[in-house]
């Protein structure tokens, strides 16, 4: 089973949409989840961290925790087409982040 | 703030040398730092993680012996590809957390990655 997983995608949103990621996690005991961002051949950048159950905006960029689903979303809006790329669910266990497969998405312009 | 370089961005070598990547952070203290390696279209590969002053943990299936991993200061980290072959071709990427950066301290920063091809 996988520890982190994401909705597979590709999602493709015109521009000035709402895009939505969904993740899910295994480890119940996990306390620390990130959202990064990654471009074709360039490293991951984090978009935005979350500890605590509810929302946090940061931007157009809004992640979600729900602890009791195991579940983290980011959502965001009025997408722009420098969007389009892959994003990275990350979760935090002992000492190392599992990471989802990732979303690609592309904003239609 | 929190900013993580390496060197070289890209690499060229023949079958059975050795390659040295650095992965510095800039504006923090580096306490722990990790690496990865990428294949093409495929997530994130974790191969060892290093405390400064500490030998590294390697993941399970990943050689020590290949991959040789040196954490000296809280700023640097040095991974060396030793003899290597075109199996190890990769985007290899390190990432850091640490003291000294606004976020949370367990918080990773990638550093751009380092494309290494091995012909």
């Known amino acids: 089973q996988k520890e982190v997983e994401q909705n597979s995608g590709p999602l493709s949103v015109p521009e000035g949409a709402i895009a939505s990621l969904n993740c899910t996690y295994s480890d119940r005991g996990s306390q620390s989840f990130f959202w990064y961002r990654q471009y074709s051949g360039k490293s991951p950048e984090l978009i935005m961290s979350?500890?605590?159950?509810g929302d946090k905006e940061d931007g157009r960029f809004t992640a979600q925790l729900n602890k009791a689903s195991q579940y983290v979303s980011l959502l965001i809006r009025d997408s722009q087409p420098s969007d389009s790329a892959t994003y990275l669910c990350a979760v935090k266990g002992d000492y190392k982040l599992s990471f989802g497969a990732g979303t690609t998405v592309t904003v239609r312009a | 703030g929190a900013v993580v370089s390496q060197h070289p961005s890209r690499v060229i070598c023949k079958s059975g040398t050795s390659v040295k990547i650095e992965c510095r952070s800039l504006d923090f203290q580096a306490t722990t730092m990790f690496w990865y390696r990428q294949f093409p279209k495929k997530s994130l590969m974790l191969m060892a993680t290093?405390?400064?002053?500490?030998?590294?943990?390697?993941e399970q299936g990943v050689e020590k012996d290949k991959f040789l991993i040196n954490h000296a200061s809280l700023t640097l980290s040095t991974l060396t590809v030793t003899s290597a072959h075109p199996e190890d071709s990769s985007f290899y990427i390190c990432s850091a957390s640490g003291r000294g950066v606004a976020r949370s301290d367990d918080t990773q920063y990638f550093g751009p990655g380092t494309r290494l091809t091995v012909l």
């Open positions: 979350i500890y605590s159950n």
């Open positions: 290093s405390n400064e002053g500490s030998k590294a943990t390697y």
